[in-house]
C-alpha cells in the first residue's frame, strides 16, 4: 500500500518543540512534493507547509512562519517537520502527503497517512 506514516505527535506545553516524521511506504519520495497538513474536528484541511522535490525550496503557512522548519532525507525516504514554540493553536492531527509541485490543491494530494496528534497544552 503506497502511504505515509507520520510519528512524532505528543503532547507538549506551550513553548515547547517536537519533531514530526513522515515515512513513505511502498514508493520513493525523490520525485514529489512533499506538504505536511493539520486537522482539528469540524475543519477543513489546513496547509501548513510543503517542500518541493528537485530544488528543496520551501513553503508555510504564516502562521507558523519562524517557528516551524520542513525538511526531507531522501536517503531515507522521510520528510520532516521541526516544530518549535508551540502554541494551543498548533493543536491538531498532522498528515503528510505528495503532489507534483508545492502550488495544488490539498484534494490533488495523494498518499495519505493516518496522521500524528499534536495536543499543546499547560
Known amino acids: 500500500q503506497l502511504q505515509f506514516v507520520e510519528s512524532g505527535g505528543g503532547l507538549v506545553q506551550p513553548g515547547g518543540s517536537l519533531r514530526l516524521s513522515c515515512a513513505a511506504s511502498?514508493?520513493?519520495?525523490?520525485?514529489?512534493?512533499i506538504g505536511w497538513f493539520r486537522q482539528v474536528p469540524g475543519r477543513e484541511h489546513e496547509g501548513v507547509s510543503c517542500?518541493?522535490?528537485?530544488?528543496?525550496?520551501?513553503y508555510y503557512a504564516d502562521s507558523v512562519k519562524g517557528r516551524f522548519t520542513i525538511s526531507r532525507d531522501n536517503a531515507k525516504n522521510t520528510v520532516y517537520l521541526q516544530m518549535n514554540n508551540l502554541r494551543p493553536a498548533d493543536s491538531a492531527v498532522y498528515y503528510c502527503?505528495?503532489?507534483?509541485?508545492?502550488?495544488?490543491?490539498?484534494?490533488?494530494?495523494?498518499?495519505w497517512g493516518q496522521g500524528t496528534q499534536v495536543t499543546v497544552s499547560s
Open positions: 502527503a505528495a503532489n507534483e509541485d508545492c502550488s495544488g490543491y490539498v484534494a490533488q494530494y495523494e498518499f
Open positions: 511502498g514508493f520513493t519520495l525523490d520525485d514529489y512534493a
Open positions: 517542500i518541493t522535490s528537485s530544488e528543496g525550496d520551501t
